[in-house]
């Protein structure tokens, strides 16, 4: 039902390697605008994929804090001093099955830089990155090949941000 929703009423599209590795982190992109957590909840029920997500502690208060982690939410304290990329990247070494999906922004806001915490998360759990665009204007969600992550993290950025090249967000301006 989902699905049909979706994909013929909506008209959106799932293109790509949608059956991904089952240890990876995700970065999704453009995160633009809360109906995007709407889209990839139903791009991952239609693949029936199982993925984790992060968003900041704030998000997750009663009652709305027990449908997030039913979800695979996980809280996550974006202070500089937490060990948040310590703590996430053990979650890889304790599970057989761990996609961790996340915005490269951390913001629905217009940014020019990107946060550096999926990477280090990737990194330090050994695990691929899987870029996933949302492009609103196409209606389309793509899944790209997995990327491991060298030890040039401004040429991997370089690498990473040419997949999103012309995705447009709900909010096309903070693309």
Request: hydrophobic share 35%; proline share 6%.
């Given at each position: 039902m989902i699905k049909f929703i979706f994909c013929n009423v909506l008209g959106w599209k799932i293109i790509g390697e949608t059956n991904p590795v089952k240890k990876c982190v995700m970065i999704v992109a453009p995160h633009t605008h809360w109906l995007d957590f709407?889209?990839?909840?139903?791009?991952?029920?239609?693949?029936?994929?199982?993925?984790?997500?992060i968003g900041k502690k704030e998000l997750f208060f009663p009652p709305l804090?027990?449908?997030?982690?039913y979800l695979?939410?996980?809280?996550?304290?974006?202070?500089?001093?937490?060990?948040?990329?310590d703590i996430i990247a053990e979650k890889f070494t304790k599970k057989d099955l761990y996609r961790l999906a996340l915005s490269?922004?951390?913001?629905?806001?217009k940014v020019n830089e990107w946060k550096t915490?999926?990477?280090y998360i990737a990194k330090k759990a050994n695990v691929p990155i899987v870029s996933v665009s949302m492009d609103a204007k196409k209606k389309e969600v793509v899944f790209s090949?997995?990327?491991?992550?060298?030890?040039?993290?401004?040429?991997?950025?370089?690498?990473?941000?040419?997949?999103?090249?012309?995705v447009l967000g709900i909010v096309a301006e903070n693309s």
């Open positions: 709407f889209v990839a909840i139903s791009v991952r029920r239609i693949l029936n994929l199982e993925i984790n997500f804090n027990y449908i997030l982690k695979g939410g996980i809280p996550v304290n974006r202070n500089s001093k937490s060990k948040t990329v490269p922004k951390g913001t629905r806001k915490g999926f990477y090949k997995p990327f491991y992550p060298t030890y040039d993290i401004n040429k991997d950025f370089e690498f990473l941000k040419k997949f999103y090249i012309g």
